[in-house]
């Protein structure tokens, strides 16, 4: 585990040296005690939960999940295992340069799903499908023949379009150009690490070479959002994160997301929540505390 400034981060590589995917299957009742405070993780991970049953807060919200069912999780959500219960599973963890290039059009898809945390998989069939694809990845990572990571990648696309399938989101798949799909992946991996401290759709427009106009009409055609309104809610859901995680002021939570005082920050979270920092942090502290 590495530290971060406010809330501590598993690195995949730590555990596994010179990899940017990694797959197991395993059956325990026993939860690792890293796992069991808050974190977060460096690398993507999707589970399929096979047998048994697992508790848990991601973000601040608390989750049970019982087998069959797949678990999401992406590197800026915070996560808590809660409980030690009999639990089978495949968990599969790959960092984000590792599949995004090869997930060509399904991206207004990838973050609905990695959205929802939990999809229960109700179908056998649909079952059947994962577990086929799972055995496969499992395989073809434990043998290491050549060009293993090119079928890796292969395997990992279709069993995330199978997961998909199970998502409520299907209908906002969007088909684009490979123009457009770069642009957007872009501009995601670009807001997921500055939107700290660029706020401005003309500062991304900027990076991009494009203008802001274009911008915004490309992202709202993808995800429904303006570009601005996502930098935005990365933003305020980044500091209820903290409000509900962190053990910090309000003060020092605006000045680690770059407001200029805590006045603006009060000001601009009460705009896109509708209450305080303060307000939601004992309300959400109360609920599950």
Not at 39 to 63: M, P, Q
Not at 154 to 165: D, K, M, P, V
Not at 203 to 225: C, E, F, S
Not at 277 to 285: E, G, H, L, V
Request: glycine share 4%.
């Amino acid at each position: 585990m590495k530290n971060t400034t406010l809330i501590p981060v598993l690195d995949m590589k730590q555990c596994v040296p010179d990899t940017d995917f990694h797959i197991k299957q395993f059956a325990t009742a026993q939860v690792p005690p890293d796992m069991m405070i808050p974190h977060r993780n460096s690398s993507y991970k999707i589970s399929l939960l096979l047998e048994g049953e697992v508790a848990c807060f991601t973000d601040f919200k608390e989750y049970k999940a019982k087998a069959p069912a797949l678990l999401f999780l992406s590197p800026e959500q915070v996560h808590q295992r809660t409980s030690n219960t009999y639990h089978k599973m495949v968990q599969i963890s790959f960092n984000k340069d590792f599949l995004l290039n090869e997930s060509q059009g399904i991206l207004s898809c990838w973050d609905c799903m990695f959205g929802q945390v939990i999809i229960p998989v109700q179908d056998n069939a649909r079952l059947q499908e994962l577990q086929t694809y799972a055995n496969l990845l499992l395989n073809e990572f434990k043998q290491g023949q050549l060009q293993r990571d090119l079928v890796i990648r292969n395997l990992l696309n279709a069993f995330i379009i199978a997961s998909a399938r199970l998502t409520t989101c299907e209908t906002r798949i969007v088909q684009m150009d490979g123009t457009q799909n770069k642009t957007v992946r872009q501009f995601k991996d670009l807001t997921d690490e500055h939107f700290l401290n660029r706020t401005q759709v003309s500062q991304y427009a900027d990076m991009l070479y494009i203008t802001p106009g274009h911008l915004n009409d490309l992202i709202k055609n993808v995800t429904g959002r303006t570009a601005k309104q996502i930098i935005d809610e990365k933003r305020i859901v980044e500091a209820k994160r903290l409000l509900f995680w962190g053990q910090h002021s309000v003060k020092e939570i605006a000045g680690h997301l770059n407001f200029e005082d805590d006045a603006y920050f009060n000001r601009f979270f009460k705009k896109h929540t509708g209450r305080t920092p303060a307000s939601f942090q004992k309300t959400i502290r109360e609920k599950y505390n």
